[in-house]
C-alpha cells in the first residue's frame, strides 16, 4: 500500500525547511512522519548557510514596504504576517538567540548560518520528518485530490504540496531556474527574471589602479537622468567594475534600465560645503603637497588620486564635483551565477497572500523566492521566504484538523 503524506514539501532552503518545522510544531502539530522535504541536492540548506557570509543574516530590525519589490498589496499582506510572526521568538525556541548588528542586521549570536541549519535538523530529526536528497522532482501531477510528485526513478503521492524551490539565483546551489516548470505546466505564469544583489559590469577607464580596495560611498543607480535607488554603504573597486553591500542594493533596479549608470559619492556623510572647506583647510595648512596627494587621509590614498585625476582641473571646485560625482556607466552584471537574489518569478496574482495557497491549484502552496517578490539586502529576503513557509504550514495544519 502507497504511503501518502499529510504534506510534501519540494525545495529543502530556508522556506522549504522552516515551512517542515511549521507542520510539526505549535497549535495542530503534524505526526512527523506525515511530513517529506524534498531536496535536489545532496543535502538541504546549501543556500541557507551562505548567508550574510556564512554569518546567517536572517532578518532585520526595521522591516517595511520600502524595502520589497512587488505587487504592493501582495506585499503589505506579507508585511501584515512578520508583524504577527516574531521570527526573534521563532528561532529563540529553537535555540538560536538573535544578535543585532548596528545596521539592523540579525544573525545568530554564534554568527554562524550552519547553527542555524544544524538547529533545522536536529529538530527535524526528532521529530521524523523524512528528507529525501538527490530528488529532483521533475513533475507535479494533481489527480482526485491528491499530488503525485515524481522524480526520475520515484514518486511519492501527498494531501498538500509546497512548492518552495528557490528561484534562478545561485546555480552552484541547485537553484537553476528549472524548477519553474513544475508550477507553470499546472497553469501559472511568471514574469521576466533578472538577477538582483548581483555585481555590477561598468566601464573601467577611472578605476583600473583600484582592484581590490574598499571605501564607504552613496551609490545611486540611474536610467539616463531618472534616479532608481540609492544606497550608502561600502563599495568594492574590481577588475570587472564594482562589488559591495551598496552596488548589491542598486543592482536589481537597474535591470530593465535602457541607459543604465551608477554615481559614486564619496564622503557621503558630509555635504559639498563641509568637504570643499575641510579640502580647503588642508591646502591652508599645507599649501606645498602634490595634487595627487590632496585627498590622502581623506580616502584611501589610490581612490584620492583617482578623484583628482579625473576632475576638470586642479581647483578645490572641481575636485570636490570629482569626489561627489564620481560616475561609471553600467555595461552589466555577473548574472544569476553570482546573484544572490532573483528579481521576477511566479506571478503574486495568482497566489492567495493570505495563505500562499495558489488560486489555481487547490491545496498547493507557494512560497519563498520563487514567486515574484525580492527584496534588499539584509536579512529581507530570508524574512520573506520564513513567514511564507511558515504562513503556508498554518494554513495547512488548520485545514487539515477541519477534515
Known amino acids: 500500500m502507497k504511503q501518502i503524506y499529510n504534506v510534501a514539501i519540494v525545495g529543502g532552503g530556508a522556506s522549504g525547511l522552516i515551512c517542515a518545522l511549521e507542520c510539526v510544531l505549535g497549535k495542530n502539530a503534524l505526526l512527523g512522519e506525515s511530513v517529506v522535504v524534498l531536496e535536489k541536492n545532496d543535502r538541504v540548506g546549501k543556500k541557507l548557510i551562505s548567508t ?51 545596521d539592523g542586521k540579525k544573525y545568530p549570536l554564534s554568527r554562524q548560518a550552519n547553527s542555524v541549519l544544524d538547529a533545522f535538523r536536529n529538530v527535524l530529526e526528532h521529530k521524523k520528518v523524512q528528507t529525501l536528497t538527490n530528488f529532483c522532482v521533475e513533475k507535479i501531477i494533481e489527480k482526485n485530490g491528491l499530488f503525485e510528485i515524481s522524480s526520475t526513478s520515484n514518486k511519492i503521492f501527498a494531501k498538500n504540496v509546497v512548492v518552495a524551490v528557490g528561484g534562478s539565483a545561485g546555480k552552484h546551489f541547485g537553484t537553476d531556474g528549472t524548477s519553474y516548470k513544475l508550477l507553470t505546466a499546472l497553469g501559472h505564469e511568471k514574469t521576466k527574471l533578472y538577477p538582483s544583489l548581483v555585481q555590477l559590469k561598468t566601464q573601467t577607464e577611472h578605476i583600473k589602479a583600484l582592484r581590490g580596495l574598499k571605501e564607504q560611498a552613496r551609490v545611486t543607480a540611474y536610467d539616463n537622468g531618472e534616479k532608481l535607488k540609492s544606497c550608502v554603504g561600502e563599495i568594492l573597486f574590481t577588475e570587472y567594475g564594482v562589488s559591495g553591500p551598496a552596488v548589491f542594493q542598486v543592482s536589481g533596479h537597474l535591470s530593465k534600465a535602457n541607459s543604465p549608470w551608477i554615481n559614486i559619492e564619496f564622503l557621503p556623510d558630509k555635504s559639498k560645503e563641509e568637504t570643499y572647506d575641510l579640502l580647503a583647510d588642508k591646502l591652508k595648512n599645507l599649501p606645498f603637497i602634490p595634487a595627487e596627494e590632496w585627498l590622502n587621509g581623506i580616502l584611501v590614498k589610490r581612490v584620492g588620486q583617482a578623484v583628482v585625476k579625473r576632475a576638470k582641473s586642479r581647483s578645490i571646485e572641481d575636485i570636490v564635483y570629482s569626489l561627489k560625482n564620481f560616475s561609471l556607466t553600467v555595461t552589466g552584471n555577473l548574472g544569476f551565477q553570482y546573484a544572490q537574489v532573483t528579481k521576477g518569478g511566479i506571478k503574486t496574482r495568482e497566489i492567495n497572500p493570505k495563505t500562499y495557497e495558489s488560486l489555481i491549484v487547490k491545496n498547493m502552496f507557494v512560497t519563498g523566492e520563487v514567486l515574484d517578490v525580492d527584496g534588499d539586502c539584509g536579512g529581507y529576503n530570508l524574512t520573506f521566504a520564513f513567514v511564507s513557509g511558515i504562513v503556508s504550514a498554518r494554513t495547512i495544519k488548520n485545514n487539515l484538523q477541519g477534515e
Open 52 to 102: 550574510g557570509n556564512g554569518q546567517g543574516n536572517l532578518t532585520n530590525k526595521s522591516i517595511n514596504e520600502n524595502n520589497y519589490y512587488g505587487d504592493p498589496f501582495f506585499i503589505q499582506t506579507f508585511l501584515e504576517h512578520q508583524k504577527n510572526i516574531d521570527l526573534d521568538e521563532y528561532f529563540y525556541s529553537l535555540g538560536i538567540p538573535f544578535y543585532t548588528s548596528a
